[in-house]
């Protein structure tokens, strides 16, 4: 059972370029959410989603787009990658069963130049 | 709004020292969960506790201990005899029932204990 795997671990970008973050799931949970955490300022909601086929806007959306095609993937795309996008970002899933517990993939870290 | 607060940013102790890291919440619902995670310098996020509203009793695990206090909005964590690989960031994270969405966690900004030999 791997968890949640996030890849990749680490990537410059240069402004104005675009890519998509990768995440995936193997314990079956139906609820995932990508975070971006800047120094100093804990966890921000960006995107989750309930279900395959469905995504909804967290705190900090702007930016940023997510899919769910599959239960175990969701992948976060970033187009036109600016300075102010430069964070780590992580990925995220729970199901009722574990009362909302949320476990963490390891994280990317995204430098926008 | 849910709002989680963790007043202290930084601490720093001396090894086998007790500590102890605050956390106050805000809710305006009756059922809400409460966790907190660790940020090894590593970075990964690591769960450690869950507890629900309805469940005031305090928990030991080994050298941790948390103390939940609805009367004063708090979900306090301590470490007895702390070690250096104790060392990391410390998030609380609230989760409420409103409305349905008590499955999107707040997080507090997180303290940084430093455990020194």
Redesign the interface.
């Not at chain 1, 100093?40 to 966890?43: A, F, P, T, V």
């Given at each position: 059972n791997a968890g949640v795997t996030q890849t990749p671990k680490f990537r410059i970008l240069k402004i104005g370029q675009s890519m998509t973050l990768q995440c995936t799931q193997d314990m079956n949970h139906n609820?995932m959410?990508w975070y971006r955490q800047d120094p100093?300022?804990?966890?921000k909601?960006i995107y989750?989603s309930?279900g395959a086929g469905i995504t909804d806007k967290?705190e900090v959306p702007n930016g940023y787009n997510v899919s769910r095609s599959t239960t175990e993937d969701f992948p976060l795309r970033l187009e036109l990658a600016a300075p102010s996008q430069t964070s780590?970002y992580?990925c995220?899933s729970?199901y009722?069963g574990?009362?909302?517990?949320?476990?963490?993939g390891?994280?990317t870290?995204l430098l926008v130049l | 709004a849910q709002k989680v607060t963790q007043a202290q940013t930084e601490i720093s102790v001396v090894e086998k020292e007790d500590v102890t890291l605050d956390c106050v919440y805000e809710t305006r619902d009756t059922t809400y969960y409460l966790f907190w995670y660790k940020q090894p310098p590593s970075g990964e996020l690591v769960f450690l506790i869950r507890r629900n509203s309805f469940d005031e009793q305090n928990e030991i695990s080994g050298r941790y201990s948390w103390n939940f206090q609805k009367s004063t909005s708090s979900f306090n964590f301590t470490i007895t005899a702390s070690q250096v690989v104790d060392s990391a960031v410390y998030f609380c994270a609230l989760s409420e029932a409103r409305g349905g969405s008590n499955y999107k966690l707040t997080f507090g900004k997180g303290t940084l204990l430093t455990v020194n030999p």
């Open positions: 609820y959410y100093g300022m804990g966890l909601l989750y309930v967290g780590v992580f995220a729970s009722l574990a009362e909302w517990t949320q476990y963490f390891p994280g870290r | -």
